[in-house]
């Protein structure tokens, strides 16, 4: 029942900025873990950054140019990505481990992705 839905996404030029969103909507009792992946046509979806209670981290390719948050809330976490190149386009996914109510078990959710283009 836990939804998670992205947005943020758009086409904008070299160097510029973006920040993407993930919210989670549902009986959410704890979000574990929020990752980011991304995936470019012709190649493989790579893990970009993700976010837990006490850590970061991110792909090599970003560092320094993308930051992963979480608001209060902790219901919504971000991507906010500077410096934009053209090797950043791709379709960007969110996706969470979730504990629903009181459930013992945490279930993987993804979001249905948001398509970000950067021109050259």
């Known amino acids: 029942q836990v939804q998670l839905v992205e947005s943020g996404g758009g086409l904008v030029q070299a160097g510029g900025s973006l920040r993407l969103s993930c919210a989670a909507s549902?009986?959410?009792?704890?979000?574990?873990?929020v990752r980011w992946y991304r995936q470019a046509p012709g190649k493989q979806r790579e893990l970009v950054a993700f976010?837990?209670?006490?850590?970061?981290d991110y792909v090599d390719s970003v560092k320094g140019r993308f930051t992963i948050s979480r608001d209060n809330a902790k219901t919504t976490v971000y991507l906010q990505m500077n410096s934009l190149k053209a090797e950043d386009t791709a379709v960007y996914y969110c996706?969470?481990?979730?504990?629903?109510?009181?459930?013992?078990?945490?279930?993987?959710?993804w979001g249905q992705g948001t398509q970000v283009t950067v021109s050259s």
């Open positions: 976010i837990t209670e006490g850590n970061t």
């Open positions: 549902g009986s959410i009792f704890r979000i574990n873990i």
């Open positions: 996706n969470a481990d979730v504990q629903e109510g009181s459930s013992r078990s945490y279930r993987t959710n």
